[in-house]
């Protein structure tokens, strides 16, 4: 009688803790099950088309998650928790890198979550308002997922082929955040407000304000001699597959 091999799996918090997902959403549990890494998943580490392509840390997220979701639905914030559980199921806690010249080692069993208001998160509901200071613009918004991610990479792609000098991330991100302006949700609006009315002190307000309600993960450490506010841990290959030796 054959017998099936069950997995050890790990429940993994999010730091949404499900608030932004619809109800009828796996996600809006506020966490979900993600499996050990196996050597199967360092063949998708190592695969050359997904590294060509920028899609190796996605497929190898997919391929760890046991909870049925739709990938394309998470949160930034969260993917990133998931990202630092994935490495953490895989290789260990202690991460080690080279910081100006010397190792430094992490430990990311005690990353913590960015202290946001909560009380600003209506369960259920991606979307917020906000009023442009300088002007009195009223919008709505919402907080990015990794089909926006896709969607918005996708598009600067295109443009930057169109136009080799194109450097038009921020607009299209914003075109993708913002969901209406003055109430009106037509798409040729959002975009013709953030290209031509949209000013720069508004638009840093907004992301200013974004910062205080997006649930993430705190991905700073604070090295010797460092910044007051700390420095960002680099994620790079190693940080998946310590052993590349790259």
Excluded: C
């Excluded at 050597?39 to 909870?67: C, F, H, M, P, W």
């Excluded at 420095?231 to 590349?244: E, Q, R």
């Amino acid at each position: 009688m054959e017998q099936k091999q069950k997995f050890p799996t790990e429940m993994v918090e999010l730091p949404s803790k499900g608030l932004l997902y619809p109800k009828d959403s796996a996600l809006a549990e506020g966490k979900i099950e993600m499996k050990y890494m196996t050597a199967r998943e360092e063949d998708i580490l190592t695969n050359q088309n997904y590294i060509q392509q920028g899609t190796v840390i996605d497929k190898l997220l997919q391929s760890l998650i046991v909870t049925p979701i739709n990938y394309a639905d998470l949160l930034v914030g969260d993917k990133n928790a998931i990202l630092i559980a994935s490495r953490v199921l895989g290789y260990g806690k202690d991460y080690e890198f080279d910081y100006k010249g010397e190792k430094e080692t992490v430990d990311l069993s005690e990353i913590k979550n960015k202290d946001i208001d909560y009380s600003l998160l209506e369960k259920g509901k991606n979307e917020f308002t906000f009023t442009t200071p300088s002007t009195g613009t009223d919008i709505t918004f919402k907080l990015l997922t990794h089909g926006d991610e896709t969607s918005i990479n996708q598009e600067v792609k295109g443009l930057k082929k169109l136009h080799k000098d194109s450097s038009a991330e921020l607009s299209t991100r914003l075109k993708r955040m913002i969901t209406s302006v003055e109430g009106n949700p037509e798409t040729k609006v959002i975009r013709d407000f953030v290209d031509n009315f949209l000013l720069a002190r508004d638009s840093r307000a907004l992301r200013e304000y974004i910062k205080t309600i997006q649930p993430d993960v705190d991905l700073r450490f604070f090295p010797e001699d460092g910044p007051e506010g700390g420095v960002d841990i680099p994620i790079g290959v190693t940080f998946l597959w310590p052993d590349a030796g790259v």
